[in-house]
Each structure stands twice: as structure tokens, then as C-alpha cells.
């Protein structure tokens, strides 16, 4: 039966780390794959990972299965941290999963379970794994504007005229802060305008929030969250502890499902145990454990939050130096949104000849939409992608 496969399209970010690693030249500049470096280049465990690490091998005396939804403490944690006391606790249903993309993976199951005509509504342009997964899963997309080429914002009254088309039924996806692949975000009032479109077409909405604590800080990243939690009658909100936590390959991340009648919280949390059962059965518990023991530990939390800030401050020093150089060198304040995204990515603007141009010239390696990691720069290689960005005539 194998004979009958067909060859599936490649994942863009995954191949750009590929043809990263292929290049032979010394002088080279990855851009690409979400993954926070530090001004040397590594991607470190975070110190506080490293302290309950050691301690988790000092005491963890079982390996044996935790359960269905991962271990509660978990989930407590992670729904505190996503959202504070936006919501009672005993409104949140809520499983570990595989990563953030596993959690997306099964939010998108359970809409698909709860209303099998589902549409989502998705950005446009959104993190290109949405669209693969839910085309893989056979649901219907429909991309709502979301970016204005020309202010590299948000073009807000063409996302609020498309989102108004999704009804009870559909689910708008959205992206909780850092926009991917963009860096355009929605300040509180568009959140609050994206709320009452909600509440007055009765679609279902779901936030991907994988940059958590990335953009403008750990609550300020969670406002939209927490306020999107705390008005609709229920939503769905897929978070990630890869990079938050810089735990990448432990793939740790978490899917609730919230609602706004404590009595429907069992049939959920019931449905998202059943989810995992029938995809994967128990979720991966080593890095849920590290995240657990980090948040409900003072000491750990608060380094932790210490060593967060420290990497969005980078990210945000160099956004700064990165639009201070364009300015100096092109005379013109149009790349000035640099410094106005946030999170680890924005969509610079160039053309796809103009991303290859910038590889084949300077070795700068960034997703062919133009969308490029700011934590792939250092100080050093800032001045690199400003020459090539000049020459390549962005
Ligand atoms: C990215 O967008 O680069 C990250 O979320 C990593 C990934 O899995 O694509």
C-alpha cells in the first residue's frame, strides 16, 4: 500500500534549517526557526530548568504513567500562568499535549468534535503549521486580513470585516501576543473590539500563545488572553513552554478549554483526557514536571522570570539597534516598525528574490515571506543583515 503515498510539500522553516546547516560558508546568519540564541550563539538551558532538573533526578522516584490530562499541578500551574485570575479555575478544563503544536493538533480536534463543519478562520499570513495541520485534518481555512503591507501593523478594519464573517460554529484563530510570523500585535482596545464581534457573531475563539513573556512582559503578553477568557461564554487557548522555558525538544505544552458555566467543565476536561487518549494517550511529563517545579517554586520562579526578562530585553535591544542602523543608513523612517514589533519575529517586507539575494550575498538565512528571528542577531551581526538588507534594495 505504501506505493499509493504521495510526496507531501515541505514545512518551509524546517527545510531553511536544513539548507541553514548545508551551507558551507563561515560567515552565515540563521534567521530562521523560532528558537531563541543567546550573543554567543547558543540556545542555553535556562538556569532555573537546570536547578529543578537536578532536583527532579535527586527525587523523582517513578517513571510510571501520570494521567490522561498530564499531571494536575501542571495544568494548575500553566493555567495560572496563562491566566491569572481572568477566570475560576473550576471554569478551565485543561491537558498537557505534546508541545504547542500538539495542543493546537488537538484543539482543533476537539472543534472538529463540537461542530464537524467547522471553519477556522485563520490571519493571514498565520504560522504556516496551522494551515498545514488543519489542511492535513481536512477542515476548512479562511484567512481573515491581518497585515498591512504598507504600515507593517495590523490592518485592523480588514481583520474585524473578515472575522465578522465567522458564526456560531466557527472558530477565529488568534494569536495571543508575538504575532508569527508578523510581530503586529493587537493593543487592548482591538482585543476589546475583537470581544464584542465575538459575543455578537457567537463564534469560538482560539488563541495559540507560544511567545509568552517574549513582547512586553509574562502579563502583559497574557492581557488579550485573559481578557478574550474572561467576556466570551468559552474559547479555546493552545500555550507552548518551548520557548518561554527554553525547552524546545522536551515538548511541553498544555490545551484549555474554557467556559463560562462551571457545570460543562467536566464534559471538557472529560473530551480533552479522551483527545489525548485516542492521539497519543499519556502526555510527555519530563519538561510539564521542570515548568511545575519552576512555577510553584518562589526561588526558581523568580530567576526564571529574571533570566526571561533578560532574553526579552535582548531581543528588544537589538529590534532598537536594528531600526537605528536602517535609519542611519537609508536616511528613512520606514523600517521604524522594527522596533514596534514584538516577540522573536517580524515580516520585514522584502520580496522573495530579495530574501535569496540577502542569503546568496551575505549568507542570511530568513523565511522567504521575509519573515526573520530577531534572536538569531547579535550586536555584531545587526550591522551584517542592515548591509544586506541596503543591497538588496528592501
Ligand atoms: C517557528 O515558527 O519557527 C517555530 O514555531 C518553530 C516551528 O516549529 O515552526
Known sequence: MFETLKEQPADKILMLMQAYKEDPREQKVDLGVGVYKDPQGRTPIMRAI???????WEVEETKAYTGLA???????AMVNLVLGDAVPRSNVAAAATPGGTGAVRQGFDLARMASPGVRVFHSDPTWPNHLSILGHMGIEKVPYRYFDDETRGVDFDGMMEDIGKAGKGDVVLLHGCCHNPTGANLNPSQWKAVIDLLLETGATPMIDIAYQGFGDGLDADAEGVRMVASSVPECLIAASCSKNFGIYRERTGILMAVCNDPAKQKLNQQTLNYLNRQNFSFPPDHGARLVTMVLNDPELRGDWAAELEDVRLTMLGLREQLAAELQRLTGSDRFGFLAQHRGMFSRLGATPEQVE????????????DSRFNVAG??????????????KAGV
Do not use: C, F
Open 50 to 56: 537546570k536547578a529543578a532538573e537536578k532536583q527532579l
Open 70 to 76: 498530564g499531571d494536575p499541578a501542571y495544568g494548575d
Open 357 to 368: 539575494a540577502m542569503r546568496e550575498s551575505h549568507g542570511i538565512y530568513m523565511v522567504g
Open 377 to 390: 542577531l547579535n550586536k555584531d551581526t545587526v550591522p551584517v543583515l542592515v548591509e544586506a538588507i541596503v
